[in-house]
């Protein structure tokens, strides 16, 4: 699969044709559970199926979901993500950018509230874990002290590291493989006066 395929990277363009709440959570879904209909995506999502195709259509337009030709019968529409991931490099323009600002906040505190959802929902299912499956768990948070470039390329570093584990297109995967997320956070945080 092609860099291209593989992550979309988020600008001034294409970053207001996602941000909207029901956008991100209908590329998530498709992203997740592979391709659906609109109308499939409303029942998953609680939503109508007139909401969920407009949004459908939205993201389309901006290059995030594509319609899947080979699945439609008549006028049965379904929808595939475009890409693996999302990646937001320029976070710095956007949020310093009146034009673009709403739009990333908006990106942002979505991403973080699903994000906090999704470490809930795991959490609360844990007991019904293999012992294996709990002892690869991890939910960790590290208090480091570094530079804005020593974070970066921390960053960048750990993304590289994910990526070696992601499964190129075609290569085997064992029976007792599970899809499993991973969710990285950091952030500057202010320390409290001395």
């Known amino acids: 699969m092609s860099d291209e395929r593989r992550v979309v990277r988020l600008d001034p363009r294409n970053l207001r044709g996602l941000a909207h709440p029901l956008r991100i959570r209908l590329l998530g879904a498709l992203r ?30 901006h290059g995030f979901v594509e319609e899947d030709r080979e699945r439609g019968r008549g006028r049965e529409r379904w929808w595939r993500s475009a890409h693996e991931g999302t990646q937001l ?18 990106l942002l505190h979505e991403l973080a509230t ?27 948070d590290f208090r480091l002290r570094l530079t804005a470039e020593e974070a970066g390329r921390m960053a960048r570093e750990m993304s590289e590291l994910v990526e070696r584990w992601r499964r190129q297109p075609g290569e085997a995967v ?15 945080v202010s320390e409290p006066d001395s």
Not at 39 to 47: D, H, N, R, T, V
Not at 122 to 134: C, N, T, V, Y
Not at 174 to 188: C, N, T
């Open 32 to 61: 997740e559970n592979g391709p659906a209909t609109a109308s499939k995506l409303a029942q998953q999502l609680g939503e109508s199926s007139g909401a969920t195709s407009y949004h459908l259509r939205q993201l389309a337009a």
């Open 89 to 106: 490099d320029a976070v710095a323009e956007l949020v310093r950018n009146p034009e673009t600002r709403g739009a990333v906040d908006l």
């Open 114 to 140: 699903i994000h906090a959802q999704r470490l809930a929902t795991a959490i609360g299912e844990m007991h019904r874990l293999s012992p294996e499956w709990l002892a690869a768990s991890n939910i960790s």
């Open 174 to 188: 064992p029976e007792d493989a599970e899809p499993v997320v991973v969710q990285v956070h950091s952030f500057p």
